[in-house]
């Protein structure tokens, strides 16, 4: 049952996601499109800009929007759509409540214990890698039609790395790019 | 200092709560970390969390897994109100996200053969590829000191990315690891 899948992909995708907003993409990449093929890869592509421009965490966003798009694109009626959204945001969120409560329970101030450490030293590196994944996975042909998708890459790429400049505006500008050249 | 309803602010009511982590959820675009200095001046300037606390609350929120702005409402909600005020602060942090996206959701559904949208997005496809990259870059640098490290992110892209490697099992298997290393090394500095 599609509810039932929503629900446990998306308490995994929470479970795992480790470093915050961009950590949970390559793990929503691979459970949604690589695992159940429930979107392509340009469309997750799409919904990762629509995240992006609007306000809210990146992953309740995303989560929001595939539970809609997954349990629609089946043919299901708005009511049921709605509440695939509810179950994959419900679901992305649940492990860190229950996780933060266990938290606030046994710890009185937070401890910076060798082993926490120690582990934090290895998956640090790993999250890293896994979201380059996710950077190197969208690079498809539909993503990239020509040399001016380059070219809006590159510039994007630099003024997100070496400026303040809002990513909101960038895709904004973006988009108004794609206007004037496609 | 996380110490349930013993805190040092008079009793807040749920319904404040709420509308102080709607206003977080409702503003915090672009992800959590933009928006730390907001988060903070909201819950300081009420007295929920005192300055000194602060980043104790940003290191468990980074600790535990999840989404930084939502980890901060439910350790703030807790701490005001306790189990009630948590999934109140929840609910108000995650609602805004969750009704503007059901409405872009439902509506764009409608708009997505039209020609100005096609355009704008082929331009937008790469921009988000570089957004990605971006962070991936920032992290490897700040978490990448010593070669072993590069070689952990090198390995997990690749698995990943031309292999299709569940990313579950390559943070599961790290996660194992890094304690297993870690234990290790305690427990030699003990001897």
Not at chain 1, 3 to 14: A, D, Q, T, V
Not at chain 1, 28 to 49: G, K, L, S, Y
Not at chain 2, 7 to 16: K, T
Not at chain 2, 166 to 185: D, H, K, T, W
């Amino acid at each position: 049952m599609i509810f039932w899948e929503l629900f446990w992909h998306f308490f995994i995708i929470g479970l795992f996601t480790i470093g915050g907003g961009y950590a949970m993409l390559p793990l929503i990449r691979h459970e949604v499109v690589a695992e159940h093929r429930w979107i392509t890869d340009q469309m997750f592509t799409d919904m990762v800009a629509i995240s992006q421009m609007t306000p809210g965490p990146i992953g309740i966003n995303t989560a929001t929007y595939i539970g809609y798009s997954v349990v629609h694109g089946m043919g299901y009626g708005q009511f049921l759509s709605v509440l695939g959204s509810f179950t994959a945001t419900f679901a992305v969120v649940l492990p860190s409540f229950l996780i933060v409560l266990a938290i606030c329970r046994v710890y009185t101030r937070f401890n910076h214990s060798t082993i926490f450490t120690g582990t934090m030293s290895w998956l640090r590196p790993c999250v890293a890698g896994l979201i380059g994944a996710a950077a190197v996975i969208l690079i498809t042909p539909e993503n990239f039609i020509d040399w001016k998708s380059w070219v809006i890459f590159v510039a994007s790429f630099l003024v997100t790395m070496f400026t303040k400049f809002n990513p909101i505006l960038t895709l904004l500008v973006c988009a108004g790019i794609g206007l004037l050249v496609y | 200092m996380m110490d349930g309803e013993k805190g040092c602010a008079p009793r807040v009511s749920l319904w404040e709560l709420f509308w102080v982590m709607f206003k977080i959820g409702a503003f915090t675009v672009g992800g959590g970390y933009a928006m730390l200095l907001v988060i903070q001046r909201e819950l300081t300037s009420r007295k929920w969390i005192s300055e000194e606390d602060f980043p104790d609350l940003i290191a468990l929120s980074q600790a535990a897994p999840g989404l930084l702005a939502v980890n901060i409402s439910i350790f703030a909600g807790y701490k005001v109100r306790g189990n009630a005020g948590a999934v109140v602060a929840t609910l108000g942090s995650c609602m805004p996200p969750f009704l503007i996206i059901l409405i872009i959701a439902a509506v764009f559904g409608g708009y997505a053969d039209n020609p100005y949208v096609v355009k704008a997005f082929k331009g937008m496809r790469p921009a988000v590829v570089a957004l990605i990259a971006v962070p991936m870059i920032k992290m490897a640098r700040a978490g990448c000191k010593a070669w072993w490290q590069w070689a952990v992110a090198a390995v997990a892209l690749a698995l990943v990315a031309f292999l299709e490697v569940s990313p579950v099992y390559i943070l599961v298997v790290v996660i194992v690891i890094g304690v297993m290393f870690a234990v290790l090394r305690e427990g030699r500095g003990k001897q």
